[in-house]
C-alpha cells in the first residue's frame, strides 16, 4: 500500500511541474497565500477499532489551515483538529441494599475523539484551472481519546450523594492519507469534500457494556478494551482562500 502511494505522489508531483511550465502566468489568480478550511463529517472504525467501539458511526466537526511550501509544484502544509463523538453509553441499576434500602445508580459514560495532524498537500492541476482543484495528502500526527464516566446515585432521600466523575484521555499516534476535490463557488470560496483512511497506534477505552455497580464498595466497576485506532472518515466543507 505504501509503495503504491509513494507512486501516485511521484506521478503527481512530476505532473504538477509539468502543469507550471505550461501555466506560468505571474497573473495567475489561484495562486495565494493559503486557506482555511471547515468541515463535517463522519468517521467509520475498521477492524479491531471497530470490534472494540462498535460499527456506529462518529460524527465530527473541525477544519484546518494551510500554506503554500512550494508553489511551483503547488504543494502545500497544513496543520487540521477534529472533534468526534465516540459513543454516549447511559446504564440504570436497582439497588435493594439491607442497610441503605432501595436505592437507583445511573451510569453515563461520553467517549470523545480528538485528531490532531500534520498535513502535505498536492494539487497537480491547481495551475491548469481556477474552477476545481483534486488534491491528495499524506497526513501524520495523534489522536487523543477521552472518556468521562459520570455516576449518579438516587437515594430518594432530599439530599442524595454527590456525582462521582471521571476523566480519563489516551493518546495514539495516527498517520495515513487523504484525496479530496474542492470546487469554486466564488473568488475566495470553495465547496470541499474529502476521504480520509487513517492508521493508528493502539490505545485503550472503557467497555461501557461492561459497567457494573458494586453495593459492598459502593463504586463502579468496569473493564477496558485495547485495539489499533484505524478509521476511515468522509466530509463535507467549506475552503475560504486568503
Partial sequence: MLKRLSILVIVLLATSVQVFGQND???????NDGHLDAHMGLGFPEGEFKDAVGDR???GVGGGIYFPLVRKLTLELGLTYHYYWMERQEEDFQIDDPQFGEYEVTSVVNSNMMPIHANLRVSPLKNLNNAFYPYIEGIAGFRLFNSRT???VDDYTQ??????????????WSYGYAGGLSIKLSR???IDGRVEKLYGTESSY???ESIEYNDNTQEATYDKVSSNTNLMTYSLGLRFQF
Fill in 150 to 152: 459520570r455516576i449518579s
Fill in 159 to 172: 439530599n442524595p450523594p454527590p456525582d462521582e466523575i471521571e476523566n480519563e484521555t489516551k493518546g495514539a
Fill in 188 to 190: 475566495v470560496i470553495f
Fill in 206 to 208: 472503557i467497555d461501557s
Fill in 57 to 59: 458511526a462518529f460524527f
Fill in 25 to 31: 502566468d505571474d497573473d495567475n489568480e489561484n495562486e
